[in-house]
Structures are given as structure tokens and as C-alpha cells.
């Protein structure tokens, strides 16, 4: 919009200042033209002021950085039971007999 409005403003001045003959003993419109296209000038600087600050090539930039989150994965082991192994010897090998109480013999 403003770029615009500078662009229509040294348009509007050049043809004042230099594609018109007309003469006033009040204003001269040679001197309007010029200021004309002196605020059209000065109105683009001001686009092109206005632009550069959201241009990505700035030199001016804020980062902002937080600490990066640590992940730590956790085991977590199961309590450990102590338990007492008592060592028994083997017994001696027994010859058990068995006895029926029914008798087939017979």
C-alpha cells in the first residue's frame, strides 16, 4: 500500500514538474512536482525500511533455545532374595521290601 502511494505520488510530481506549462502567480507547480516526488521517495524508502526487517537475510535475530530434554530410560531390578542352600548328603541307597499283604501264591 504504501509502495504504491510513493510509486502514484512521483508519478503524480513528475508530471508536474516537468509535462506541465501551466503558470500561477499562487503556487508553482514545478516546486509541487518536486515535492510530490520528493514524498513518493521518501515514502518507498520507508516500504523498502519496512520490508527489510521481515526479510529471512536480517541481521538482527532473537533465538530463543531451551535445554534439551534428556530421556534416561530407567531398569529398575527386581529385589534380590537371599536364600540359605543347606547341602544334604545323599542318602545311603536302602533296599526297601515290600511286602503284599494279599498272597498270590495260592
Request: no cysteine.
Amino acid at each position: 500500500m504504501i509502495a504504491a502511494l510513493g510509486i502514484i505520488l512521483i508519478a503524480a510530481g513528475a508530471i508536474l514538474a516537468f509535462a506541465t506549462t501551466i503558470s500561477s502567480s499562487t503556487i508553482d507547480p514545478v516546486a509541487v512536482g518536486w515535492i510530490l516526488m520528493t514524498v513518493g521517495a521518501i515514502a518507498l524508502l520507508v516500504w523498502f525500511a519496512m520490508l527489510a526487517s521481515f526479510a529471512p537475510f536480517s541481521t538482527t535475530r532473537t533465538v530463543s533455545r531451551e535445554a534439551p530434554l534428556e530421556r534416561h530410560t530407567v531398569i529398575r531390578e527386581a529385589p534380590v532374595e537371599r536364600r540359605t542352600v543347606i547341602r544334604e548328603e545323599p542318602l545311603e541307597r536302602q533296599t526297601i521290601v515290600r511286602e503284599d499283604p494279599v498272597d498270590r501264591r495260592l
